[in-house]
């Protein structure tokens, strides 16, 4: 694992980023489910005129959940040392604390999601990793979004299929 003590989101959005200019995409959506949703705010965040709309399903945030995100940390730091014992626990803890450390999403701050104009599409967390609390910050928060509440499950596939593929339509530079 190529893993420094400075990476973060911010590395994994620049390698996004770096994809799609490979790709010739110069103007894109990004979807993400559960870490996913923090990956589409720093790639908003890094390159805002590229990313011409964002789904967010279930997004992973904090709230009354650390030691949910610690345990992760420390599951990676044994994955990596039983693939890598060079890499130092320092390395990890702070690669961990960039990841992890924040207090809402994690990549970005509430001022940022208040102040983004890329319109968004929630479909709302509801559990330990995803919470509830988080998802309705963000829907209280982001100045254009469209929230679907119910979406989990086979009776709400095919809408939430049909609602996302429109949200995504409506909002494709023409």
Not at 28 to 55: K, L, N, T, W
Not at 68 to 78: Q, S
Not at 139 to 159: M, T, Y
Request: charged content about 25%; some cysteine.
């Amino acid at each position: 694992a190529d893993v420094e003590p400075d990476h973060g989101w911010h590395t994994f959005a620049a390698d996004h980023l770096a994809l799609m200019d490979h790709l010739g995409f110069r103007k894109f959506h990004v979807m993400g489910g559960c870490i996913g949703g923090s990956y589409c705010f720093e790639a908003i965040e890094q390159a805002p005129d590229r990313v011409a709309a964002a789904v967010l399903q279930n997004p992973i945030g904090m709230w009354e959940n650390r030691d949910t995100w610690d345990a992760a940390v420390k599951g990676y730091n044994e994955t990596v040392h039983g693939r890598d014992p060079s890499i130092s626990q320092a390395t990890i803890e702070s690669f961990g604390r960039n990841m992890f450390g924040g207090d809402f999403v994690f990549s970005v701050t509430r001022d940022f999601v208040k102040n983004c104009r890329t319109p968004l599409y929630l479909q709302p967390g509801t559990d330990k990793p995803h919470p509830a609390h988080t998802s309705a910050e963000i829907a209280a928060l982001a100045p254009d979004i469209e929230v679907q509440k119910d979406w989990r499950g086979p009776e709400f596939l095919q809408e939430s299929i049909r609602r996302v593929r429109d949200f995504l339509a409506r909002n494709t530079p023409k």
